[in-house]
């Protein structure tokens, strides 16, 4: 498979957990994305990679969560302390800039549930 | 900072053509792009404009006019499959900044 692939697809946590989600790009894409979406609502901007560095952040991320993507290759978001509000499907968007610039290829997600 | 605005619901029947509309209010972007979602998965690549006009891929063709802040999607022939959720999303420096989202549904 060639596509973006993210891990774990469900994840349950009891709030105050830290938690951590993998994403790993198509493989040539340099640029890295991390959204949030929560039911009815488009993807939320969270950070963005070019390679192994981080950007963009969003000002509506906390402290509380960190991105990495070490080698320029696959990234982690790491949330941590969870609280109920960071229950929300988080995605992952790779793309390459230049002739196809403004797609953007998402992962199917990592959905998180802070009880 | 930047916004857009889309319908949040549309209805349409089977083989007919309907247009989602986006009004954005922001400072400068590079273009408008429209993605799919079905319910539980992935947004999907529809199309993308970085020039006024309207471009167009197969069943679907998108259109932007800057001066009026103003784009939209069409769908032809729409088919059940077709039922699913689009979002106008504007690239705004290095990140993308999506609509709120419309729901499409399509009645046999």
């Known amino acids: 498979d060639t596509g973006v692939s993210q891990d774990p697809r469900h994840k349950i946590t009891k709030r105050g957990q830290n938690v951590t989600f993998r994403c790993d790009p198509i493989?040539?894409?340099?640029?890295l994305y991390w959204y949030r979406q929560t039911l009815g609502q488009g993807p939320e901007f969270l950070t963005y990679?070019?390679?192994?560095?981080?950007?963009?952040k969003s000002r509506l991320l906390s402290d509380r969560f960190s991105a990495e993507r070490p080698k320029g290759s696959f990234s982690t978001l790491e949330i941590q302390r969870t609280e109920q509000g960071d229950s929300a499907m988080y995605l992952c968007?790779?793309?390459?800039?230049?002739?196809?610039?403004?797609?953007?290829?998402f992962g199917p997600g990592t959905r998180l549930l802070v009880l | 900072g930047q916004s857009l605005e889309q319908p949040s619901e549309v209805t349409a029947v089977e083989g007919a053509i309907v247009q989602i509309n986006c009004t954005y209010q922001?400072?400068?972007?590079?273009?408008l792009s429209w993605y799919q979602q079905h319910d539980g998965g992935a947004p999907t690549f529809l199309s993308y404009?970085?020039?006024?006009g309207l471009e167009e891929t197969g069943r679907f063709s998108s259109f932007l006019s800057r001066s009026d802040s103003y784009g939209y999607l069409l769908l032809q022939e729409l088919q059940m499959k077709d039922s699913a959720s689009y979002f106008c999303?504007?690239?705004?420096?290095?990140?993308?900044?999506f609509g709120p989202g419309t729901r499409l549904s399509v009645l046999p």
């Open positions: 990679f070019q390679n192994e560095a981080q950007l963009e």
């Open positions: 922001t400072s400068g972007f590079y273009g």
């Open positions: 404009n970085a020039l006024d």
């Open positions: 493989s040539e894409h340099n640029r």
């Open positions: 968007a790779s793309s390459v800039p230049g002739r196809t610039q403004g797609i953007q290829y």
């Open positions: 999303a504007v690239e705004h420096g290095q990140n993308f900044v």
